[in-house]
């Protein structure tokens, strides 16, 4: 029967004729085989070839090393499966080759089936042991595997880096002595070396809790100082019990850890410190962490409050402000408000309250109390409200005064039968309304002392007008702007405007005339432009503000002098008056 098995096999027999029959019935199975007559030969053949897959070894070679001298020379240059052949079954012989990383002991003259099965079954072995090897090594862990002897037989690349100690330096010794010259000199004592002796020893025989990783510091080869943390493992095997340690370098993690905790002690410092109330919520409302003058804002220890929810301390149901404060809050994860709440002395506070969500189960709240600025606040607001009241009864009495400043000047005028005596009285009457209609305004505002032109001026225009008999033949355009102006301006503007409308109604019509009077106010910027224009007669070109015979266009003049404006007089289709001025 053949087998193409494709592997070569280095057979070291020191007797010809067994092995050249050996050799013919492995190559009938597809093997290559390469004899050679000693472990010296063998050693040497190793060190000189890659092509060579298995090992089997002949125990007693004769004169020279036997085999298992042979194959602990050879393993300890290349990871090769080596199989045992041996005519003997005595015990110690067996025994002898346990020492060894063997993967079989056949007896010589063995079926040949048995053979190849013993070989199969060595590769598989190896193929097995050197992929989780190959885990082992690759590790970013540190790993360590003793024998039972606790000898170290396995030696990883990441605990190379950590310890400096190359696989070479350690394999073969003591786990407990490697670990000692790993032990930092001012924790080396008696004491703790019988205790890694103890440790090695109770583990092997099983008398060890291993639930718990164990934390340490070794002292490298290169001089530095690591932070460990370890685990430890048995694995029983038909050889015995294998010791196995798994090192984890935590360094650079105690590094955080302490930047960590000292970035915390100094943030709950500031927090502990802090003016404000602190309040740590969950997602229910209850406080998981509070400062000191959150204590000190409720009249509650820190105690009692991490056994409160924010519940505990409301006053009033959400208004329709705290509900939207609150949407906020769902929608951006934070908000700001104002709202009363209950001290433990039963009193209502105020306190200003800054939320913001940390993250899905954590809220933070600051909080201040501003009862003392909610009580300055009210007693401002009734002090405004009883000046406002004041003020309206004192724009109430002027406006009154006026009008019976207005009536008597009425009741003079009727008396009189100078024409000239009654016309002067009637502009007294005309410059009474323009500031009655003024007051009158102010008076139903909420300021008291600014007013809109589009409040005030349409009508003053219409009051003026009506005051003359040929009111009903004259229409008006107005267009003014919504520019707020303070009351003493209004006023003067309020004047100038009365006695503009006052002599275009003496002087463009006549009693029967049809006539319409266009009044605009624009506002540009911190600018006004007021243009007032009729489209009567004219006023003749001899008469101006410098030269008027009357005291109206004087009185103009002056008015406008005194808000730093300009004003001229335009004579086509009619009469217009231009004034600008900056507010």
Not at 12 to 21: C, F, K, P, R
Not at 72 to 97: C, N, Q, R, Y
Not at 212 to 232: P, Q, Y
Not at 458 to 478: A, G, M, R, Y
Request: aromatic share 8%.
């Amino acid at each position: 029967m053949s087998y193409d098995n494709k592997k070569t096999i280095l057979l070291v027999e020191d007797e010809t004729l067994i092995a050249l029959q050996e050799q013919a019935l492995l190559q009938e199975y597809g093997y290559t085989v390469m004899i050679v007559n000693s472990g010296e030969k063998a050693v040497a053949i190793m060190r000189e070839q890659n092509t060579i897959d298995i090992i089997l070894m002949d125990i007693d070679l004769g004169k020279g090393m036997d085999g298992t001298e042979a194959a602990g020379l050879i393993l300890k240059d290349k990871d090769i499966p080596i199989v045992f052949l041996s005519s003997h079954i005595e015990s110690a012989i067996v025994k002898k080759t346990e020492t060894i990383s063997s993967y079989g002991y056949i007896i010589k003259n063995s079926n040949i089936t048995i053979l190849d099965a013993s070989i199969k079954m060595a590769f598989r072995l190896f193929e097995s042991e050197s992929k989780y090897h190959a885990i082992i090594m690759q590790s970013r862990d540190g790993i360590v595997i003793t024998n039972e002897s606790g000898d170290i037989i396995t030696w990883n690349k990441s605990l190379e880096i950590i310890t400096g100690l190359q696989e070479t330096d350690v394999i073969g010794q003591p786990l407990w002595q490697v670990q000692w010259e790993l032990t930092p000199e001012k924790l080396r004592t008696q004491q703790r070396l019988e205790a890694m002796k103890r440790f090695l020893h109770d583990s092997l025989e099983l008398n060890i809790d291993f639930q718990k990783r164990i934390a340490g510091t070794i002292f490298t080869i290169n001089g530095l100082l690591i932070d460990v943390e370890t685990s430890n493992f048995i694995v029983t095997t038909e050889s015995g019990r294998l010791f196995g340690a798994i090192f984890r370098d935590v360094t650079e993690q105690k590094v955080i850890e302490n930047r960590l905790k000292l970035s915390e002690e100094k943030y709950r410092n500031y927090i502990e410190n802090a003016t404000e109330a602190v309040f740590a919520t969950d997602k229910t409302g209850h406080y998981i962490e509070v400062n000191t003058a959150a204590s000190t804002i409720t009249g509650y220890s820190r105690d009692e409050l991490l056994h409160m929810s924010i519940s505990d301390f409301l006053v009033d149901e959400p208004n329709e402000n705290e509900l939207n404060c609150i949407r906020d809050f769902l929608i951006t994860g934070s908000t700001k408000s104002e709202k009363r709440f209950k001290h433990k002395d039963g009193s209502s506070r105020w306190w200003a309250v800054e939320a913001i969500r940390i993250n899905e189960n954590e809220s933070l709240a600051l909080a201040h109390d501003i009862t003392d600025r909610k009580k300055q606040e009210q007693e401002l607001q009734d002090n405004l409200a009883e000046k406002e009241l004041i003020l309206r009864e004192v724009h109430h009495r002027i406006k009154n005064n006026m009008n019976t400043m207005k009536s008597l000047v009425f009741l003079q005028r009727n008396m009189l039968t100078d024409n000239k005596a009654i016309e002067a009285l009637s502009d007294v009457e005309n410059r009474f309304t323009s500031m009655s209609v003024l007051y009158d305004k102010l008076y139903q505002t909420s300021s008291f002392s600014d007013l809109s032109m589009n409040s005030y001026f349409p009508s003053l225009i219409v009051e003026v007008i009506d005051t003359f008999p040929n009111c009903k033949n004259i229409s008006t355009v107005i267009d003014i702007d919504d520019c707020v102006l303070n009351a003493k301006l209004l006023q003067t503007l309020g004047i100038i405007v009365n006695e503009v409308i006052t002599n275009i109604m003496k002087y463009a019509f006549g009693n029967a005339e049809q006539g319409e009077i266009t009044v605009i106010a624009k506002q540009n910027g911190n600018h006004i432009l007021f243009s007032i224009h009729d489209n009567g007669r004219g006023i003749p070109n001899n008469i101006g503000f410098s030269n008027s015979p009357g005291f109206g266009l004087v009185l103009i003049s002056q008015l406008i002098q005194q808000i730093d404006g300009s004003i001229k007089i335009e004579r086509k289709n009619g009469t217009t008056i231009l004034f600008e001025f900056d507010k």
